[in-house]
């Protein structure tokens, strides 16, 4: 068991405090963890072979769970963790793929093996916790799997299966010991929850392009639409299905863009009228995607509601529902992009404000339409293409923004229906947005730059 183990097992006692401070009694409550859990997986054994069934994969964690018991007790057993190297920038490619119909069936089988591991791992995680107050980790999972019936499934899927299971429960145990909110438990993944599923080498091993065609292993060669070429090292492969569709989403590796000179520095105050407003004065527009679809999202809610629930005529109102979600969902997602492109092109310094979005939307009359902006969305493509190009994206404290005066400094109150900012001191009048614009690009003093201070880089 690695030190991270320990570390979890420490987390889970928390509420009981381990067998004994001693060691020889501490030896021998592993001792008697270890009897207990050779007499679980005995009788698991056991009725297993009475029902005829196949050595459930539960019985083989149980075992492990002996086993890293009489190991610890041993005091030598040491899991080899695999040392990650330096990241370098991801980027994700994404194309649609066309299954024939045995392909789709094959698919959907490899997701549902996929669905039942992630669940089961959850399980026998929970099991080893309760019955044997140990906790498993990725290496001991991944022992068992070797005695698991694949059932036709690719190997390495289910090895990233069992690494999505350990990444939750890692994200778990960081946000319980960070004293968060919501701690979010590893769910149990339902029928229509569980969606992907990945290649986890790099490109050439379990997975190629050729002729047009994606080769994956022990599925076949499906029909893909490369919209654009790949740049960079493919690393891993995923397979999604959104709806109906397939998708194969591949991520690569590129080397880390040299920073550039910083020239241009822009304040962006992002808002509901207008999506964005720079401190140069520019506006990006609001495209408000969501309103131009609303009389149609009603009517489909409308008759979703309407037909018979359950029935198949519901089912085919559901997917046009879908559908039209999907559209606003595109279309609002090309725009962000577009918008993206135009600051990380144009700017080699991008400031925005550090909102707290998660408390913003828990005003019930603003969140649809903050939801519908989407301002981490853009915040977070600006941040990535920004980086692609060697430029930098920076937050500030959003304190005071809109109440400020850009030009003397002095603070009004500004309900958010007052659209233009008057100073009564220095008798300046600007939009208020613009107003914000410059006081959040004022608001970043950068490190390197000392000869120029931010006011003299809007004029
Ligand atoms: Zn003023």
């Not at 350990?166 to 769910?187: H, L, T």
């Not at 490109?203 to 994606?214: H, R």
């Not at 529902?321 to 609002?332: P, Q, T």
């Not at 603070?411 to 614009?437: E, F, K």
Request: glycine residues 6%.
């Amino acid at each position: 068991m690695g030190r991270r183990g320990q570390h979890n097992l420490r987390i889970l006692m928390r509420s009981k405090p381990p067998h004994t401070t001693r060691i020889d009694n501490y030896i021998i409550g592993l001792e008697e963890i270890r009897d207990k859990l050779i007499i679980i997986s005995g009788i698991r054994a056991h009725r297993a072979r009475k029902e005829g069934t196949r050595r459930d994969v539960r019985t083989h964690s149980v075992l492990t769970c002996a086993k890293i018991a009489s190991l610890r007790a041993s005091t030598s057993y040491t899991c080899l963790q695999v040392k990650k190297g330096i990241v370098n920038m991801r980027k994700a490619f994404k194309y649609r793929i066309y299954p024939a119909r045995k392909q789709n069936i094959i698919l959907l089988h490899v997701l549902a093996v996929c669905r039942k591991l992630y669940n089961d791992s959850i399980h026998d995680r929970q099991v080893a916790y309760e019955d044997c107050r140990c906790s498993l980790s990725y290496c001991d999972q991944q022992d068992w799997l070797k005695f698991a019936d694949k059932q036709g499934v690719y190997g390495h899927i289910l090895q990233n299966v069992l690494r999505r299971v350990d990444a939750s429960f890692r994200n778990f145990f960081r946000r319980v010991k960070n004293d968060e909110d919501k701690v979010g438990y590893p769910r149990f993944q339902g029928r229509n929850r569980y969606d992907s599923f990945t290649y986890p080498d790099p490109y050439g091993t379990g997975y190629k392009i050729e002729g047009g065609k994606l080769h994956l292993s022990k599925i076949g060669a499906i029909r893909i639409f490369q919209h654009r070429e790949i740049e960079g090292k493919i690393k891993t492969c995923t397979i999604k299905r959104e709806g109906y569709r397939w998708y194969a989403s591949f991520s690569v590796e590129l080397p880390d863009s040299e920073p550039k000179e910083v020239k241009t520095s822009v304040g962006v105050d992002v808002g509901i009228t207008t999506l964005a407003t720079l401190s140069d004065g520019t506006v990006i527009e609001n495209p408000k995607t969501q309103d131009k679809y609303d009389s149609k999202l009603r009517k489909a809610h409308k008759d979703v509601s309407r037909k018979k629930k359950g029935s198949s005529n519901q089912n085919k109102q559901k997917i046009v529902l879908a559908g039209i979600y999907r559209k606003v969902r595109n279309a609002r997602k090309d725009y962000l992009h577009k918008a993206s492109r135009i600051l990380a092109d144009t700017y080699d310094r991008i400031i925005f404000e550090d909102l707290q979005i998660e408390n913003m939307v828990k005003n019930h009359h603003l969140a649809r339409s903050i939801h519908d902006a989407s301002w981490g969305i853009l915040i977070s493509l600006t941040t990535y293409k920004a980086e692609y190009a060697g430029g930098v994206v920076k937050l500030v404290n959003p304190r005071n923004t809109s109440k400020q005066c850009s030009v003397c400094g002095c603070i009004q109150s500004m309900p958010l229906s007052q659209r233009t900012y008057r100073c009564p001191d220095c008798g300046a009048v600007m939009g208020r947005d613009h107003n914000a614009a410059i006081n959040i690009l004022n608001k970043h003093v950068p490190a390197d730059c000392g000869e120029l201070t931010p006011v003299e880089m809007v004029a």
